[in-house]
């Protein structure tokens, strides 16, 4: 895979890179959940988001340069769900890379037969264990128009490298004890099964549509994902789809505290 870098404004080993003002502005008109954030949040977003470009390698796919607006762009969307945990979340990776759009890639799973079954399947982004998260640009820039439908690749992706930290992805993030984990599960399970019961409905019955994307009644850990896409770019409606995710959430992201700088 050929990979290609720009990425002008912020080269070198600063500990944290100033997002110039015009750029930011300019950020924030793009993607009008992040603008909708309090002053002090978008200062402190603006802030970690410079730090983590001084962290973080990114690289172009199939030719794609990586501007600074790219940059700045995924950079601000990732530190969402980490503006007051921190970026020592984000540790144990460094690379991003970006392709122009969605991306084909090829599986291999063994079913209980011990039958090698070969398949693509198309993505939009991808969080590897331990790896690089990979982004398809066009679902990047386009997630300022699809935030009323809860959708966003970046939070998505980084959402999975939260849920990653404490091994595999289950749908559940680190937590403190043994207690917080299992009324963590609780809280999600009883969530996850009934969105479930409503895309089984929406699919195989006609029933209608549910608001948060289908794809989350696959797994647990993709159910933590789109949900979190979801409180993060239209906490509102989230909110109403789902009641009892919302204080879950806002307890583990730690919303009603001081951003963590």
């Not at 540790?91 to 063994?110: C, K, N, S």
Request: hydrophobic fraction near 45%; proline fraction near 7%; include cysteine.
């Amino acid at each position: 895979m050929m990979l290609d870098r720009l990425f002008s404004l912020f080269r070198g080993k600063q500990a944290e890179r100033e997002i110039p003002e015009a750029l930011w502005q300019a950020t924030l008109a793009d993607y009008p959940f992040l603008a909708q954030l309090p002053a002090t949040r978008r200062d402190a977003l603006r802030t970690l988001s410079g730090r983590f470009l001084a962290q973080k390698e990114f690289h172009g796919a199939q030719g794609m340069l990586i501007t600074d607006a790219i940059a700045v762009a995924i950079a601000a969307q990732a530190c969402l769900p980490v503006l007051e945990l921190g970026l020592d979340w984000y540790d144990d990776f460094v690379g991003i890379v970006v392709h122009p759009g969605q991306m084909l890639a090829r599986r291999e799973q063994v079913d209980e037969a011990g039958v090698v079954h070969r398949y693509s399947e198309v993505l939009a982004g991808e969080a590897m264990d331990g790896g690089p998260v990979t982004l398809s640009w066009q679902d990047v820039a386009s997630a300022g128009e699809l935030a009323g439908q809860g959708y966003n690749v970046v939070i998505h992706e980084f959402v999975h490298k939260i849920d990653m930290r404490d091994g595999t992805p289950d749908g559940c993030p680190p937590l403190p004890s043994r207690a917080a984990r299992q009324r963590w599960q609780g809280t999600m399970q009883a969530a996850y099964d009934g969105f479930r019961e409503k895309v089984t409905i929406a699919e195989r019955f006609g029933g209608e549509a549910t608001w948060l994307d289908p794809y989350g009644a696959t797994s647990p850990a993709e159910f933590f994902a789109v949900a979190c896409e979801a409180y993060f770019v239209n906490r509102p409606r989230f909110s109403d789809e789902f009641p009892a995710l919302t204080p879950l959430f806002d307890h583990f992201f730690k919303q009603n505290k001081p951003p963590a700088l």
